[in-house]
């Protein structure tokens, strides 16, 4: 197991976990767009798919969404990003 620093994050990196993380935008939520058809297309292939909605989402804030993200999110050496517009 390898294991990386992100600023005050430690992110353990686990041999053949195959995931996604969908981040969606300002406003948005995990139900709209494209979103659901991508994690379903994605599940098909093999991958674990975590679609969280993001804290905020009316007022985007990166002090609000990372945190959230890498204290909810799995992450591998392998995990797939996949964000839309503040999602990005």
Do not use: C
Not at 45 to 64: H, I, M, S, T, Y
Request: aromatic share 12%.
């Amino acid at each position: 197991m390898r294991l990386s620093n992100i600023g005050n994050y430690v992110i353990m990196g686990r041999r053949n976990v195959k995931n996604a993380i969908i981040l969606h935008g300002t406003g948005d939520g995990p139900e709209m767009f494209w979103f659901p058809y991508a994690a379903v297309g994605l599940r098909e292939r093999g991958f674990e798919v975590w679609l969280p909605q993001l804290p905020n989402a009316e007022k985007p804030n990166l002090a609000d969404w990372l945190p959230f993200v890498l204290e909810n999110g799995k992450f591998g050496e392998e995990t797939v990003l996949i964000g839309h517009s503040a999602g990005a």
